[in-house]
C-alpha cells in the first residue's frame, strides 16, 4: 500500500551542479504533478505530467528546469546548473484521473539545498 | 497575482476549543476547493475538500463551510487535539488541468 514515493528525502548540491529528484506516484495513478515551496510561501504549481507527456508546464522556470514522466520508471525533476534560489521542498502529486475532484496525493518532498 | 489567500498566518487555540481556519479565494470560476493539513517535513495530507454545489461539508471533526458570494472558505475543527497542530493549506483547482492553486498556509497550534 505504497503511496507517493520521492528520493532522495534531502539533496544538497553546490552551485552549478545538477540535481535529479525522482517521484514514484501511487500504484494505478498515470498524473503526476510537480509543486515547489520556497522557505515560508505556499506551494507553487510547476509542472503536469501524463506518461511520456509533458500536459503543462506553466510554473516551470523557462531555463534549467526540465521534467519528465517516461513510459517505465518515474517522474523525474530535473535542475541544471543550480543557484542559491532553487533551494526549496520540491514535492510531487499524483492522481489517478484528471478531473478537478479527483484529490491529489502528495509524496514527502525532497528538500534541495544549494550551497 | 495570489489567487488562494489565507491572511492568518497562525492561530493559536487551546485543547477542546474550536479552531476556525479562514480561506478567500478570487477567481469565480473556481468550483472545488481542498483543504491540506502539513506537518514538518512531511507532505500535504489531504483533509476534506467541498464542491461549489453545496454551502457545507462535515468529516467527523473537521468541517468545511463555502460562502460563494463572498468568495470565503473556513475549516472548522471543534474539538481541537494537540495533534491538529500543523499547517493547513486551502487549494483550488484551475484550468482544464487541474493543477492546484495553494495559499500561503496557516500554522495552527493547539495547546493543552
Same mark, same amino acid.
Given at each position: ?26 500504484k !494505478? ?5 510537480w ?37 517505465? !520508471?518515474?517522474?523525474?525533476l ?6 542559491? !534560489? ?20 502528495? !509524496? ?5 539545498t544549494?550551497? | ?7 492568518s ?16 479565494y ?11 493539513? $502539513? ?15 453545496k454551502? $457545507? ?56
Amino acid at each position: 500500500n505504497a503511496g507517493v514515493m520521492q528520493n532522495p528525502r534531502h539533496l544538497v548540491r553546490r552551485r552549478g551542479q545538477e540535481a535529479r529528484l525522482r517521484c514514484s506516484p501511487m500504484k !494505478g495513478h498515470s498524473h503526476v504533478y510537480w509543486y515547489r515551496q520556497l522557505p515560508e510561501e505556499g506551494l507553487k504549481f510547476m509542472v503536469y505530467l501524463q506518461k511520456e507527456n509533458i500536459i503543462d508546464e506553466s510554473g516551470m522556470p523557462k531555463e534549467r528546469f526540465s521534467a519528465e514522466f517516461p513510459k517505465e !520508471g518515474p517522474s523525474i525533476l530535473r535542475i541544471q546548473q543550480v543557484v542559491r !534560489g532553487d533551494s526549496a521542498a520540491y514535492f510531487c502529486a499524483s492522481s489517478s484521473i484528471r478531473t478537478s475532484t479527483d484529490t491529489q496525493y502528495f !509524496g514527502p518532498g525532497t528538500r534541495l539545498t544549494v550551497l | 497575482d495570489q489567487q488562494v489567500k489565507q491572511n492568518s498566518p497562525s492561530l493559536s487555540v487551546q485543547e477542546g476549543r474550536i479552531s476556525i481556519l479562514n480561506c478567500d479565494y478570487t477567481n469565480s470560476m473556481f468550483d472545488y476547493f481542498l483543504w491540506y493539513k $502539513k506537518y514538518p517535513a512531511e507532505g500535504p495530507t489531504f483533509l476534506i475538500s467541498i464542491s461549489s454545489i453545496k454551502d $457545507k461539508n462535515e468529516d467527523g471533526r473537521f468541517t468545511v463551510f463555502l460562502n460563494k458570494s463572498a468568495k470565503h472558505l473556513s475549516l472548522h475543527i471543534v474539538p481541537s487535539q494537540p495533534g491538529d497542530s500543523a499547517v493547513y493549506f486551502c487549494a483550488a483547482p484551475t484550468d482544464n488541468t487541474d493543477k492546484l492553486i495553494f495559499g500561503t498556509g496557516t500554522r495552527l497550534q493547539v495547546f493543552p
